[in-house]
């Protein structure tokens, strides 16, 4: 259907937001703030069109209502896509029984257990670099030390982490190109295999399944089955995607931001019991998921008469950073009271993972800054980002006075 | 002060029991151990009972 034949209404303006390319840092929540002020949604006619809500209110509702906003889709330029991540890409009472079966890995009590775990690959990584006197940070500290600490959770060898380091940045790099996932389906077909031969082995080798994800998996049942091969492999391939890449992209924007902030860095090397709330903040003002939703239905939202089977982006920067629920949304406040930011989406699909993440995120604040107080950017290129999940291409860091 | 937290809305972000473990605690999926109930706020929580309400992303506790 054409703009023209899609008629759409005046208080739903057209635009053509790239929502792949690199931008200068910072580049993607400053446009989106300005889109957001203009009009609480869009028709973007980026790749093959979708709707854009730009306000807190109606992206928290789009993830609400996932009986009308489905997950069958979460990329919006990939309406249709070949592979089926679970339970990411599921709804309803299906998708809630898949979380069940990971509530295990992921509840507070496990995450907590693993705490002094963590820790240590942190410093592990940390000690690796140290002597260096600096670092890339958007890959080098930002990929390492949540690779490290998932693999150790999930019972995989640590000497697959770069595998899994190359494979993530492989399909990031190409997730939101409506032309080419080439290379994105390579390396998803690699950690299929890697998988399939990890589950093989624990079909005939099973481990402890409180320490081993696969041996859990396959001690799972799914309304009373097993779960099968295909679900399987869906399962541990959705678990790569969502914690490594994330993690890296919020880690690099965390050491940016102290990094230009030295007076939040001095409050926080002061009292590092402000690095709690201050991780809340980084989740909020440098928000880097940008989930999609498929109409299961038309509906109305915005303003925008919204048709079955389209496409809806819910770019969560946006809804973390509107001045209608935010005071002062475009300052940075390292104690921000009642930070209800939705940068761990909202509704049933609220981050699995959330829990982990604010550790890592904690841990990884808590011991650099122990050990490397004070540092720098190190370069005079223009720091870049990349879309798809918000991340910055290149951190070079040095350290000072160490 | 009575407090409700919504059973439809609790998603599990898991700010109430972090910020108010006096009031809220997390079942062992994560989500509040109070969801679907009304609670009275006990004297000296209101500070951490209206943390609570400013915390949640979901807009699930409310003050009756």
């Known amino acids: ?402 | 002060m009575r407090i409700a937290v919504s059973e439809s809305l609790c998603s599990g972000h898991g700010r109430c029991y972090v910020l108010a473990p006096d009031i809220f605690q997390s079942d062992e999926d994560g989500f509040c151990s109070e969801r679907g109930q009304e609670l009275e706020v006990a004297p000296g929580q209101e500070e951490a009972a209206t943390t609570a309400v400013g915390a949640c992303p979901e807009g699930a506790i409310t003050i009756l």
């Open chain 1, 1 to 402: 259907m054409s703009i023209e034949e899609m008629s759409i209404p005046a208080e739903c303006p057209v635009v053509e937001f790239d929502i792949a390319k690199n931008r200068p840092v910072m580049g993607y929540l400053t446009e989106l703030d300005e889109l957001r002020e203009a009009s609480p949604a869009y028709w973007n006619t980026y790749g093959q069109g979708f709707w854009m809500l730009t306000r807190f209110s109606d992206i928290r509702e789009a993830h609400q209502k996932g009986d009308i906003f489905s997950s069958r889709s979460i990329i919006v330029t990939d309406p249709d896509p070949q592979y089926k991540w679970i339970p990411t890409l599921t709804d309803g009472p299906d998708h809630t029984k898949y979380r069940q079966i990971l509530n295990s890995y992921f509840s507070p009590a496990a995450v907590k257990a693993l705490e002094d775990v963590n820790r240590g690959f942190a410093n592990q990584v940390i000690d690796e670099l140290i002597d260096t006197g600096r670092c890339n940070m958007a890959t080098e500290f930002a990929g390492e030390f949540p690779t490290r600490a998932f693999l150790s959770m999930a019972g995989l060898p640590q000497e697959d982490a770069p595998d899994f380091v190359k494979w993530v940045t492989a399909i990031f790099s190409q997730m939101m190109n409506p032309d080419d996932h080439s290379l994105q389906a390579a390396s998803a077909m690699a950690i299929r295999e890697y998988f399939a031969g990890v589950i093989a082995d624990r079909r005939v080798n099973p481990r402890d399944p409180k320490k081993d994800i696969v041996s859990h998996l396959l001690a799972s049942e799914f309304y009373g089955e097993p779960l099968d091969e295909e679900s399987l492999l869906n399962i541990c391939g959705v678990l790569i995607l969502a914690g490594l890449d994330t993690m890296k992209c919020q880690l690099g924007y965390s050491f940016y931001h102290f990094a230009t902030h030295p007076e939040d860095r001095q409050r926080i090397l002061d009292d590092p019991s402000l690095i709690p709330g201050a991780v809340e903040e980084i989740l909020r003002f440098y928000a880097i998921v940008t989930p999609g939703r498929k109409l299961n239905e038309d509906y109305e939202i915005a303003g925008c008469p919204m048709k079955k089977d389209q496409m809806v982006w819910l770019d969560l920067g946006q809804a973390c950073r509107d001045p209608r629920v935010f005071p002062d949304a475009d300052k940075f406040i390292l104690d921000r009271p009642d930070n209800k930011h939705v940068a761990f989406a909202a509704g049933a699909h609220r981050c699995l993972g959330s829990h982990l993440a604010r550790q890592e995120l904690t841990i990884a604040l808590e011991e650099w800054h122990k050990r490397i107080p004070n540092y720098v950017i190190d370069t005079d290129e223009p720091i870049t980002e990349h879309g798809g999940q918000l991340g910055i291409n290149s951190l070079p860091l040095r350290w000072v006075d160490l």
